[in-house]
Nanobody, 126 residues
Framework: QVQPVESGGGLVQAGGSLRLSCAAS????????MGWFRQAPGKGREFVTA????????FHADSVKGRFTISRDVAKNTVYLQMNMLKPEDTAVYYC???????????????????WGQGTQVTVSS
């Protein structure tokens, strides 16, 4: 198993920045990708961004392109989400997810991930 643990959430004003981290533990040698999803109150879970573990290829939702950046530190088994130019509509619980299945198919879908963190709250005030 792989256990992802998020950190770095908080309250920020619109236009500000925040950096989330997700450290994975356990059978991290089996990782093929990690991703970030979010869920706003009253809404379903939404894909945000993902990164393949070996090649570092990234995928982003259109709503965050140009504002959010995902990166990884393989040695630390950690993925980062740098969020800039935050908007009130970015307010949500952000979840980190780990995938052990190989290949890029399903990377933008919650069903494509095997393990999930507990989530961290991000609140953007207007």
């Amino acid at each position: 198993q792989v256990q992802p643990v998020e950190s770095g959430g908080g309250l920020v004003q619109a236009g500000g920045s925040l950096r989330l981290s997700c450290a994975a533990s356990g059978r991290t040698f089996s990782l093929s990708a990690m991703g970030w999803f979010r869920q706003a109150p009253g809404k379903g879970r939404e894909f945000v961004t993902a990164i393949t573990w070996s090649g570092g290829n990234t995928f982003h939702a259109d709503s965050v392109k140009g504002r959010f950046t995902i990166s990884r530190d393989v040695a630390k088994n950690t993925v980062y989400l740098q969020m800039n130019m935050l908007k009130p509509e970015d307010t949500a619980v952000y979840y980190c997810a780990a995938r052990i299945s190989p290949g890029p198919v399903g990377l933008m879908s919650g069903g494509g991930y095997d393990y999930w963190g507990q989530g961290t709250q991000v609140t953007v005030s207007s």
